[in-house]
Antibody, heavy 120, light 109 residues
Framework: QVHLVQSGAEVKKPGASVRLSCQVS????????MHWVRQAPGKGLEWMGG????????IYAQKLQGRVTMTEDTSRDTVYLELSSLTSEDAAIYYC?????????????WGQGTTVIVSS | SYELTQPPSVSVSPGQTAIITCSAD??????ASWYQQKPGQSPVLVIY???KRPSGIPERFSGSNSGNTATLTISGTQPVDEAEYYC????????????FGGGTKLTVL
């Protein structure tokens, strides 16, 4: 069974960057298409970006282009999300999520979430 | 931009059938998925590729997708099904290829 374990909560000042991690267990990272999804307080789910297996590349939501970078370390089975130039609108719970069975862009496994607070 | 539209709320009595819709232009040409999220918890996939249920999801959850509307149906709704439900699709969009609907709060009265 695949599990995703995310790093702990972060408190950042406006203008700073944040780097979150998500470690995969139960399956090799190379067998899973990983995505990042965030949820602002009281709001819905927002896809930030992820791996498109058909194009074999990581793609990002247009509104975050230039501020978001997703990377991976296959030796550690860990994916990372870096988001720069933080504002109060980036305060949210950030989830890593994966398609571990080639479900055609559905995410069957989710991390526990990481809270990011942006405050001066 | 391409948007998935869901009703903000749906109410149903225990044992009845809950129907949650998700609408967008030519949504039937794309694969739709559905997620259940309870307060303080991570989302859970309940339907993928329009009609398929992941292992462990009760049979009372079913899905369909045709024309401009994807539908999540919960037959014999139980109080434990009370949650927020999000549809999701992958397709061309100015905002990005993967999009979520705004969510529907299912209340089991």
């Amino acid at each position: 069974q695949v599990h995703l374990v995310q790093s702990g909560a972060e408190v950042k000042k406006p203008g700073a960057s944040v780097r979150l991690s998500c470690q995969v267990s139960g399956k090799s990272l190379t067998e899973i298409s990983m995505h990042w999804v965030r949820q602002a307080p009281g709001k819905g789910l927002e896809w930030m970006g992820g791996f498109d297996p058909e194009e074999a590349e990581t793609i990002y939501a247009q509104k975050l282009q230039g501020r978001v970078t997703m990377t991976e370390d296959t030796s550690r089975d860990t994916v990372y999300l870096e988001l720069s130039s933080l504002t109060s609108e980036d305060a949210a719970i950030y989830y890593c999520a994966g398609d571990s069975y080639n479900l055609h862009y559905a995410m069957d496994v989710w991390g526990q979430g990481t809270t990011v607070i942006v405050s001066s | 931009s391409y948007e998935l539209t869901q009703p903000p709320s749906v109410s149903v009595s225990p044992g009845q059938t809950a129907i949650i819709t998700c609408s967008a232009d030519e949504l039937g040409d794309k694969y739709a998925s559905w997620y259940q999220q309870k307060p303080g918890q991570s989302p859970v996939l309940v339907i993928y590729q329009d009609v398929k249920r992941p292992s462990g999801i009760p049979e009372r959850f079913s899905g369909s997708n045709s024309g401009n509307t994807a539908t999540l149906t919960i037959s014999g709704t139980q109080p434990v099904d009370e949650a927020e439900y999000y549809c999701q699709a992958w397709g061309s969009s100015a905002g990005g290829p993967l999009i979520f609907g705004g969510g529907t709060k299912l209340t089991v009265l």
